[in-house]
């Protein structure tokens, strides 16, 4: 079976110490060998060889949310994430895969978003009253779940951003992350060659993601070149004045914050969001989860496992929960698929982004 994509040194490299075990969100729910990153990587090492013998490899490797908590304690090395997507792909090319990678496919195939809306993208920017400005320095890219499911966000980022002379992309279509994850690869890059040429028209030099999904893969998976690709937070970060300027300021709340996996882990970005939150409610009143960083326990939304394995991915995000400390009024994220699993687990404590933190603090001010 010809597995392309996947990293033949480093499918061997796994020497199933078990140390992956430990920290796997799959197998910290399940209990299952098959379900953990040591037990996914001797099924694919047994797919790639050629000795796949029934539709069970399926859960072995479509429970794997791509979280990449693994790569971080692996002392070989090894960044099973690849080899997970690697073998979906090689599956994939074969025809083998489940309905609901095939249904995420088509819906993304006939909608260019993952959530089947046939309206305008640029929806939410009905009745603001915002003006885009041409041939932006710096373009927000808004992602397909803030698009459609949570257009108040999208339009309280670019509230921000449209005043610090920020545009957007004029045919923005999902940027392709779930296709990448699922193993479509032919069908991703159509969707990134129309993205691509879209960023290209706009004549901008920055990206700024408002996903954490998207960012990852605008980041490492798109060819940017001379083009800066950034988190709202990054950027926010970095205009502090201009956020200061345009009223924001103080509220006397006590908050967590909750790494998403693709921004964090993947890419590094852990400061930026938390320096922001201190910047509005004081760096005593940030406390602190009890995984957090680049040990931070994933919600269990990503990698497709949520369409395909609900009952999973909510487990996992009532896990997470435990994590958050007492006494605080807010969880914060910076990435909607994130916000949208932890708040689907129940919990009693509200789940925000952090774009509403700051418009409610601008809002104070």
Request: proline content about 4%; charged content about 25%.
């Amino acid at each position: 079976m010809s597995f392309a994509k996947v990293d033949k040194r480093d499918l061997y490299r796994c020497v199933a110490c078990g140390n992956c075990r430990s920290v796997c969100p799959a197998f910290e729910q399940t209990g299952r060998e098959s379900k953990n990153t040591r037990g996914r990587i001797l099924i694919i090492r047994d797919a790639y060889e050629g000795n796949l013998t029934d539709d069970s490899v399926f859960d072995s490797i479509n429970t794997c949310t791509t979280c990449g908590y693994c790569a971080v304690t692996c002392p070989a090395g090894v960044h099973p994430p690849d080899l997970v997507e690697g073998a979906r792909s090689g599956l994939v090319a074969k025809g083998l895969m489940t309905p609901t990678q095939m249904k995420i496919r088509d819906t993304v195939a006939q909608y260019s978003n993952t959530l089947g809306n046939s309206e305008s993208r640029l929806g939410w920017l009905e009745g603001t009253e915002l003006t885009v400005p041409k041939n932006p320095k710096a373009v927000y890219f808004v992602g397909c779940l803030d698009a459609y499911r949570y257009p108040e966000t999208a339009v309280s980022t670019y509230q921000i951003l449209n005043q610090m002379g920020v545009g957007l992309l004029e045919d923005e279509k999902c940027c392709a992350s779930p296709l990448l994850r699922l193993g479509f690869v032919d069908e991703a890059e159509t969707l990134m060659k129309h993205n691509l040429d879209q960023i290209k028209k706009s004549s901008a030099d920055m990206i700024i993601a408002g996903c954490a999904g998207c960012y990852n893969t605008l980041k490492n998976n798109y060819t940017l070149d001379g083009i800066n690709v950034v988190t709202v937070s990054e950027y926010l970060i970095s205009h502090l004045d201009d956020l200061k300027k345009a009223g924001l300021g103080k509220l006397d709340l006590k908050v967590t914050y909750h790494d998403p996996c693709h921004s964090g882990r993947h890419n590094n970005v852990f400061d930026e969001p938390r320096e922001l939150i201190y910047e509005i409610v004081g760096k005593d009143n940030l406390i602190e989860m009890t995984a957090i960083r680049e040990k931070s326990r994933c919600c269990g939304g990503g990698g497709g496992v949520r369409s395909g394995y609900n009952d999973l991915s909510l487990a996992m995000a009532k896990r997470r929960l435990e994590d958050v400390p007492e006494g605080v009024d807010y969880i914060v994220t910076t990435c909607p698929l994130c916000l949208r699993n932890l708040r689907d687990a129940g919990g009693d404590i509200p789940v925000i982004d952090l774009i509403e933190l700051i418009q409610t603090a601008n809002n104070r001010s």
